[in-house]
C-alpha cells in the first residue's frame, strides 16, 4: 500500500456499520432516529438525538475534506465497532492505509472492545489518530490501557496529560496540544460582506450557570434587540447558514475552564464563529492564557472574567471592525482553525512525507 494513500475512517456509534462517508451523510437528514432513543414518543429525546447525530455528521464532513499536497486521500468511510470488524474482512484495506479517527469521549462506551478492537486495527497496517478535544486522559479510564498505546498522533485539550497516557502512548507518537478547532469543511459558510449590527450568543442548557445569565442579562439591557440568545443545546446543522448574517458571536468557554488541566480550554465556538465570517467575543479564563495568541493577533476579542462592562466595550469594539479586519478573521480561521489543515498537517508529518510543513502564523490584527 502507497504510504501517501490515507481513507480516513470515522468511528462513530451513529454508525450502524460501515459505511461510505457520502452517502452516510447523503442519507442523514432523513434518517429515523426513534430506535436509537429510551422513549420513541419523546420530542426532546429525538431533537437531542438528532442534534448530537447531526454534529457528528459534521464531524465526519470535516475530516472526509482533508487536503494535502503530499497526500492522496480516498473516499473516506463511517464504522461503528461492527463495521471497523467489516472493514478489516476487506482486500480494499490494503490499497489505502486506512486511519481510524476518534474524538473526544466517544470510544468510552465501547471500553470493553476497543482495545482488542485498536491491537487489530493497528496489527492489520491501520493507523489511530485521536482528537480528544476535552480531558479525556484524565477522566476516560480506558484512554491509557486501552487506546494510548495504539496511537499515531494524539491531539489534545488538556496540558499536561495524565501520566498514565503519556507512559503508554508508542514512543513514534506525535502528541500535539491544540484543542478545539471547528467541525466545518473550509470556506463551506460564505463571507458576508454587510451582516446585520448584531450579536449572538449561542451556547448549551448546561451552560447556563448564574455567571452566563448575568452576562445575557447585561447584553439584552444594553443591546437590546441587537442581541439574541440561543441556549438550546446546538443549532440544527440546517440553521446555520443563517449565522453568517450576524456581525459578532459571544462565545461561550469551557465549563471547566478554571479546572487545574482546563484552565487555557475554550469551546469550539470562537472556530466555527470565526469560520461563519462573524467576530469571535470570548471570555478570558480566571487563571489566563487561554486563546491568548489569537486575541494578541486580533482573530478574537476578549474581556475578563466577570466583567460585564468589559463585555459590553469587547461587544462594541467587535461591532465596529470594519470588513478587511473581519474577512482577515474569516480566512484565517477557515485556513487554520478547521479540522481539515491540522489533520491532514499532522498525517504527514508522521508519514515524514512532509517533514518541514510548518503552520502558517496568524496574519497581523488591523486596528480598526
Given at each position: 500500500m502507497s504510504s501517501s494513500r490515507v481513507r480516513i475512517v470515522f468511528f462513530s456509534h451513529w454508525a450502524?456499520?460501515?459505511?461510505?462517508?457520502?452517502?452516510?451523510?447523503?442519507?442523514?437528514?432523513?434518517?429515523?432516529?426513534?430506535?436509537?432513543?429510551?422513549?420513541?414518543d419523546s420530542e426532546q429525546l429525538l431533537r437531542m438525538a438528532r442534534l448530537d447525530c447531526d454534529w457528528d455528521g459534521?464531524?465526519?464532513?470535516?475530516f472526509s475534506d482533508l487536503r494535502h499536497p503530499d497526500l492522496e486521500f480516498a473516499p473516506?468511510?463511517?464504522?461503528?465497532?461492527?463495521?471497523?470488524?467489516?472493514?478489516?474482512?476487506h482486500r480494499e484495506f490494503d490499497e489505502a492505509q486506512p486511519w481510524l479517527v476518534l474524538i473526544a469521549q466517544r470510544p468510552a462506551p465501547f471500553a470493553p472492545v476497543i482495545g482488542r478492537l485498536l491491537e487489530a486495527f493497528k496489527a492489520r497496517g491501520g493507523r489511530v489518530l485521536y482528537w480528544a478535544y476535552d480531558d479525556a486522559s484524565h477522566t476516560m479510564d480506558c484512554f491509557s490501557s486501552s487506546i494510548a498505546p495504539h496511537l499515531s498522533v494524539l491531539i489534545h485539550d488538556e496540558n499536561p496529560l495524565d501520566k498514565r497516557v503519556r507512559d503508554h502512548l508508542p514512543a513514534d507518537c506525535r502528541t500535539i496540544h491544540s484543542s478545539w478547532t471547528a467541525n466545518v469543511v473550509p470556506f463551506a459558510y460564505p463571507f458576508c460582506e454587510?451582516?446585520?449590527?448584531?450579536?449572538?450568543?449561542?451556547?448549551?442548557?448546561?451552560?447556563?450557570?448564574p455567571h452566563r445569565l448575568r452576562q445575557i442579562e447585561a447584553l439584552q439591557q444594553h443591546f437590546k434587540d441587537r442581541f439574541r440568545a440561543v441556549t438550546d443545546h446546538s443549532v440544527p446543522v440546517a440553521e446555520?447558514?443563517?449565522?453568517?448574517?450576524?456581525?459578532?458571536?459571544?462565545?461561550?468557554?469551557?465549563?471547566?475552564?478554571?479546572?487545574?488541566?482546563?484552565?487555557?480550554?475554550?469551546?469550539?465556538?470562537?472556530?466555527?464563529?470565526?469560520?461563519?465570517?462573524?467576530?469571535?467575543?470570548?471570555?478570558?479564563?480566571?487563571?489566563?492564557?487561554?486563546?491568548?495568541?489569537?486575541?494578541?493577533?486580533?482573530m478574537i476579542v476578549r474581556y475578563a472574567h466577570g466583567d460585564l462592562d468589559?463585555?459590553?466595550?469587547?461587544?462594541?469594539?467587535?461591532?465596529?471592525?470594519?470588513?478587511?479586519t473581519?474577512?482577515?478573521?474569516?480566512?484565517?480561521?477557515?485556513?487554520?482553525?478547521?479540522?481539515?489543515?491540522?489533520?491532514?498537517?499532522?498525517?504527514a508529518?508522521?508519514?515524514?512525507?512532509?517533514?518541514?510543513?510548518?503552520?502558517?502564523?496568524a496574519p497581523a490584527a488591523v486596528d480598526a
Open positions: 450502524e456499520g460501515l459505511h461510505d462517508a457520502g452517502s452516510y451523510l447523503e442519507g442523514l437528514p432523513a434518517r429515523d432516529l426513534r430506535s436509537r432513543v429510551s422513549d420513541a459534521e464531524c465526519l464532513r470535516a473516506a468511510r463511517i464504522a461503528d465497532p461492527a463495521g471497523l470488524l467489516q472493514l478489516m474482512a454587510q451582516p446585520e449590527e448584531s450579536i449572538v450568543f449561542l451556547g448549551s442548557q448546561l451552560g447556563v450557570t446555520r447558514e443563517a449565522f453568517t448574517r450576524v456581525k459578532v458571536h459571544v462565545c461561550p468557554e469551557g465549563r471547566k475552564f478554571s479546572g487545574d488541566t482546563m484552565h487555557q480550554a475554550h469551546t469550539d465556538r470562537p472556530f466555527w464563529a470565526g469560520c461563519m465570517g462573524q467576530v469571535p467575543v470570548s471570555e478570558d479564563s480566571k487563571r489566563g492564557g487561554r486563546l491568548a495568541s489569537l486575541a494578541e493577533a486580533g468589559g463585555l459590553i466595550e469587547a461587544c462594541e469594539h467587535a461591532l465596529a471592525l470594519d470588513v478587511a473581519r474577512r482577515r478573521i474569516y480566512d484565517y480561521f477557515n485556513r487554520e482553525g478547521t479540522v481539515g489543515p491540522v489533520v491532514g498537517r499532522e498525517i508529518r508522521f508519514l515524514g512525507v512532509s517533514p518541514q510543513a510548518q503552520e502558517q502564523p
